[in-house]
Each structure stands twice: as C-alpha cells, then as structure tokens.
T-cell receptor, first 112, second 115 residues
Framework: EDKVVQSPLSLVVHEGDTVTLNCSYE??????LLWYKQEKKAPTFLFML????IEKKSGRLSSILDKKELFSILNITATQTGDSAVYLC????????????FGKGTKLSVIP | DTGVSQDPRHKITKRGQNVTFRCDPI?????LYWYRQTLGQGPEFLTY????????KSRLLSDRFSAERPKGSFSTLEIQRTEQGDSAMYLC?????????????FGPGTRLLVL
C-alpha cells in the first residue's frame, strides 16, 4: 500500500523564521509529488516535482525532490502570519492511476 | 470565478437519509476527482472520471456511494443511507486530462455532518 509520511505534524514559529517541512514516501511506480497549502478550505496548489535535484521556487517558498532517498522538502523563508496553514504533500503513483495519495499534513502556525 | 465549484458548501442530515453533492470542474478539464477528508487527515481518494467514464474507484467507495458524470461536465456524488461515519469534507478536483503528470485543482468542498 502506498504511504506518504509528513513531519513534523505541527510546528509553531515566529514571524521571520525559516521552516523546513518534510515529506517521505513509499510508493510503487512514482510519477510525481505535489505540495498543497490548505487554509480551512480547498487545498491550493504550490508545486509539482517530478525530477530529482531540481528546485522549484515561488517567492519565499521552495521545494526539492530526492527520488533516490524518496523524500521532498518544502522550505519557507521569512515566514509571515499568512503562511499559517496546513501543508499537504501528495504523490501520484501507479501505471494507470491518477489518484493523489496524501500525507496527514503539517500544521504550521506563524505567530507575530 | 473560473475555479472548481461545489454545491452545497455545508450539509447537515440525519442518519439514514440520502444526500447528493454537485461538482462543477474548471471549464475544459476532462478529469474529475472526488476525495474525502476527515479532521486531522489528508484527503483520501474516492473516485475519478475521464470525461463521462468512471475509470477508478477506491475501496473506500462502498456500495452506498455512487458518482456520476453524465455529460462529461459536472459530477454528482450521492451517499445513500448516510451513517455518522460519513461525516467529512467531500472535495472535488479537476485536471486537464492531457498528460500523465498533471496538477489537480480543488474546489472548496462540501462539509457533511450526519447526526
């Protein structure tokens, strides 16, 4: 059975701190890994990663994938209170499947 | 707003009643997905459509659950004889349907409470 594990499950930081969120996976026929941000509503897309070692960046957020070690990290620099959310990692795997297998998420709280 | 839309946003029902949710995907998206999310968990896959064809179903989708996408546009998810364990957020997502590595875009969800 495919498995996606995120750590830590929750994290409290002060504004301006840098955080690293972790996602490890055990799946068959890995195709892609996606990061989403969820703020009490629909998950909103952040990044899709398919190749190892290529960093994706968007403003203060960046992410990288290691397909050999089967993990990804999401970095957020200079955190702001608006970054407070649950960050979800999901993997697409399998030959003909398109379903996302999600981790439980990391709940990030940024305090002023 | 051209994103994924879902209706209703909230539903409270009594155990044993039937409920139906609707999802309108992003225009021109061929793939449509249903997920269920309970408190403190990530979304869990239920089923997926390519146009009007239902191509994949999770074992989570018991025989009380049925989903349709009759014209390849909007989709409905019906739960018959609801149970308290069905209380969850039901999320719909859509993607273009042109490739093997695609981004799924989520709607706001329908929050179901079964009393």
């Amino acid at each position: 059975e495919d498995k996606v594990v995120q750590s830590p499950l929750s994290l409290v930081v002060h504004e301006g701190d840098t955080v690293t969120l972790n996602c490890s996976y055990e799946v068959t026929n890995f195709r892609s890994l996606l990061w989403y941000k969820q703020e009490k509503k629909a998950p909103t897309f952040l990044f899709m990663l398919t190749s190892s070692g290529i960093e994706k960046k968007s403003g203060r957020l960046s992410s990288i994938l290691d397909k050999k070690e089967l993990f990804s990290i999401l970095n957020i620099t200079a955190t702001q209170t608006g970054d407070s959310a649950v960050y979800l990692c999901a993997v697409v795997s399998g030959a003909g499947s398109y379903q996302l297998t999600f981790g439980k998420g990391t709940k990030l709280s940024v305090i002023p | 707003d051209t994103g994924v839309s879902q209706d209703p946003r909230h539903k409270i029902t009594k155990r044993g009643q039937n409920v139906t949710f609707r999802c309108d995907p992003i225009s021109e998206h061929n793939r449509l997905y249903w997920y269920r999310q309970t408190l403190g968990q990530g979304p869990e896959f239920l089923t997926y459509f390519q146009n009007e064809a239902q191509l994949e179903k999770s074992r989570l989708l018991s025989d009380r659950f049925s989903a349709e996408r009759p014209k390849g546009s909007f989709s409905t998810l019906e739960i018959q004889r609801t149970e308290q364990g069905d209380s969850a957020m039901y999320l719909c997502a859509s993607s273009l349907g042109l490739g093997r590595q695609e981004t799924q875009y989520f709607g706001p969800g329908t929050r179901l409470l079964v009393l």
